[in-house]
C-alpha cells in the first residue's frame, strides 16, 4: 500500500528551526519527487517546494527562499522539510505528498502540525 | 506567476443535485497540468482529477473534470453525503517543479 508516514506534532518558540520527516511505504522511493505543501489554520493550501529524490534537486516557493532546506535519504526512503527562523505565522500543518512528472499529488501524508508559540 | 481563482466560494447544494465549480487562471495552463482536490476536515487533501479530466485511481465517476486553456470545470454529477468538503484546483509548471492551487470552494449540504 503507497502512503507516506510524516513525523508528529511538534511545538516551537519564534526564532527556532523544525524538521518535519516524511517516511514512504510502497513504492520505489526515488522513482517521484516529493512536494511540501501546508496550510494554516483556517486557510488554504500553500505550496512550499519540491524535491527531486533521483538526485536532490530542490526548488522552493519564493516565499520560503533562505528559510526552507528539503533533503532527502534514499537509504531509508525519507523526506525531510527544515523550516528555520520560525514565526507564528508559520503556525500550520505541513503536508508532504508524492509528486509524478506531470502528474497529481498523490497521496498525501497524515499532515504534520507544527505550532509557533513563545 | 499564475493565480488560480475559483468559484463561487461556498456553493450550497441538496444530495442528489449536480454540482459545479470553476477554476480560473490568470494565464494559459496546459491542460496536462491542472488538478483538483478534495479536503475533508481534519483529513488531508485528496487527488481526484489530473491533466484537467483523468479521474485518479479509485475516484468514482460521478465526478469529472473538463477545460482547457484559463478555464476549468469540476462536476459532481450526483451529490452523495461524502462529497460535501472543500475542493481546490493546482496547476502546474513543469521545469522547474511549481504548483499553484486556488483559494477553494467549500461545498456544503442546503
Known amino acids: 500500500q503507497v502512503q507516506l508516514v510524516q513525523s508528529g506534532a511538534d511545538m516551537k518558540k519564534p526564532g527556532a528551526s523544525v524538521r518535519v520527516s516524511c517516511k514512504a511505504f510502497?513504492?520505489?522511493?526515488?522513482?517521484?519527487?516529493v512536494t511540501w505543501v501546508r496550510q494554516a489554520p483556517g486557510q488554504g493550501l500553500e505550496w512550499m517546494g519540491w524535491?527531486?529524490?533521483?538526485?536532490?534537486?530542490?526548488n522552493y516557493a519564493q516565499k520560503f527562499q533562505g528559510r526552507v532546506t528539503m533533503t532527502t535519504d534514499t537509504s531509508t526512503s525519507t523526506a525531510y522539510m527544515e523550516l528555520r527562523n520560525l514565526r507564528s505565522d508559520d503556525t500550520a500543518v505541513y503536508y508532504c505528498?508524492?509528486?509524478?512528472?506531470?502528474?497529481?499529488?498523490?497521496?498525501w501524508g497524515q499532515g504534520t502540525l507544527v505550532t509557533v508559540s513563545p | 506567476e499564475i493565480v488560480l481563482t475559483q468559484s463561487p466560494g461556498t456553493l450550497s447544494l441538496s444530495p442528489g443535485e449536480r454540482a459545479t465549480l470553476f477554476c480560473r487562471a490568470s494565464?494559459?495552463?496546459?491542460?496536462?497540468?491542472l488538478a483538483w482536490y478534495q479536503q475533508k476536515p481534519g483529513q488531508a487533501p485528496r487527488l481526484l482529477i489530473f491533466?484537467?479530466?483523468t479521474r485518479a485511481a479509485g475516484i468514482p465517476d460521478r465526478f469529472s473534470g473538463s477545460g482547457s486553456g484559463t478555464d476549468f470545470t469540476l462536476t459532481i454529477s450526483r451529490l452523495e453525503s461524502e462529497d460535501f468538503a472543500v475542493y481546490y484546483c493546482?496547476?502546474?509548471?513543469?521545469?522547474?517543479?511549481?504548483?499553484?492551487f486556488g483559494q477553494g470552494t467549500k461545498l456544503e449540504i442546503k
Open positions: 494565464q494559459y495552463v496546459a491542460s496536462n497540468y
Open positions: 505528498a508524492r509528486t509524478p512528472l506531470g502528474g497529481g499529488l498523490d497521496p
Open positions: 524535491i527531486s529524490t533521483y538526485n536532490g534537486n530542490a
Open positions: 493546482q496547476q502546474y509548471i513543469h521545469s522547474p517543479p511549481r504548483y499553484t
Open positions: 510502497g513504492y520505489t522511493f526515488n522513482s517521484y519527487g
Open positions: 491533466g484537467a479530466s
